[in-house]
């Protein structure tokens, strides 16, 4: 059988990369997609907390609102769960439905560290018992923990808990994840709150295509990272023949979407504020195409993440509002246009996030928790 050759992939640098990836994560130009379209696109918008997915959106979206991505939960056509990663995000119906079934086995792979606490468990069981406690009525993880630990009081109660994330779609239900309205956590079966039953789990042939479209150029290890699986690498080979092939200045293979945008690495990118946990810097496995290497780690401290700035597209600093004023933590120093253009976008951001307050910006030291 002969072997079928291509030719030698082009080099993308760094600012193609970052310019690339700002485009299609709808930052180098702002949208007019409504947000249940905006949260569709990117496959979902990390949500390990409240007020992430709100700040993610507004950045993204010309005309966005808070009540309007509120107005989709409160509606049951997006929803927060645990998909990628292990990590709560807020997904469209539909992609809850298709994208946490697709992520399963990492799911699975997830309880074999929980074994030890559940030695003697009936994992089949439980998710039973699990199902039936949440649609009878939304549960809290304590009051979860409680009911299982009275059927398995040998077991450890956080990992019954655990196990029950694990096996079952789990969605937070409303008031939580609303905005100025948030409650507890409670939780029911994605099936029982949307009223219909979760789709087949989508190929991986498909995922990879939406993975390059919001994501894209990228490595099979930045889909893997994102996604939180491994063994990707044969959806990307048979998806071959219709995707281009290019090398990172490392060398590493990437793949891309032969009509997607890559825009002229010279184009400006506005600065832009993101909330703590944005996908834009966790969903590749070389962050270098919008973390400089001098900055890696400067937005975490321990599991804690930092909101972040982007100057000229690339992690610049950070940010916190503190009572009524927005301060910001330049990690370098910023020309004056710069300054000026970070101001406007902060002006705006306050504007859009909380109208009517406008409040100061100050240039300073962000104070960490």
């Known amino acids: ?32 997609l ?5 949260v569709e696109h990117l496959l979902g918008l990390q949500a390990q907390n409240v007020k992430p997915p709100y700040y993610a959106l507004a950045a993204r979206l010309d005309g966005f609102v808070p009540e309007e991505l509120s107005t989709l939960m409160d509606g049951r056509d997006a929803v927060r769960i645990v998909s990628m990663r292990s990590t709560l995000h807020t997904h469209t119906a539909d992609d809850c439905l298709s994208l946490r079934p697709f992520v399963q086995p990492a799911r699975d792979r997830e309880l074999t560290s929980f074994r030890k606490g559940l030695a003697g468990v009936d994992l089949d069981r439980l998710a039973a018992l699990a199902r039936d406690l949440v649609e009878t009525e939304p549960r809290t993880m304590k009051q979860l923990r409680e009911a299982l630990s009275a059927r398995w009081p040998d077991a450890d109660p956080q990992s019954l808990a655990v196990a029950a994330r694990c096996r079952l779609p789990l969605v937070q239900v409303t008031p939580r994840g609303l905005w100025g309205r948030s409650g507890q956590v409670a939780l029911t079966t994605a099936e029982h709150w949307l009223g219909r039953p979760a789709r087949p789990a989508p190929t991986a042939d498909s995922v990879v295509l939406r993975y390059l479209a919001a994501f894209g150029p990228a490595s099979v290890k930045d889909m893997q990272t994102w996604a939180g699986l491994t063994r990707l690498r044969d959806a990307f080979e048979r998806l071959r023949p219709r995707l281009l092939a290019f090398r990172d200045e490392r060398g590493a293979e990437l793949f891309d979407l032969p009509d997607a945008p890559r825009p002229d690495p010279r184009i400006p990118a506005p600065p832009r504020f993101l909330p703590e946990f944005d996908n834009l810097l966790l969903s590749h496995a070389d962050r270098t195409r919008v973390v400089p290497a001098e900055y890696g780690g400067r937005s975490w401290q321990g599991n804690q993440a930092y909101c972040t700035l982007l100057v000229d597209g690339f992690l610049a600093g950070l940010w916190k509002r503190e009572e009524d004023t927005l301060v910001v933590e330049p990690f370098g120093a910023l020309t004056a246009a710069q300054r000026r253009e970070v101001t406007a976008e902060g002006e705006r951001m306050l504007a859009v996030m909380h109208p009517g307050r406008p409040g100061d910006i100050r240039f300073g030291t962000v104070v960490r928790p």
């Open 34 to 38: 409504s947000a249940g379209a905006a």
């Open 1 to 32: 059988m002969t072997k079928t050759t291509y030719p030698a992939a082009p080099v993308l640098g760094a600012r193609a990369l970052n310019r690339a990836t700002l485009e299609r994560q709808l930052l180098l130009r702002r949208s007019s």
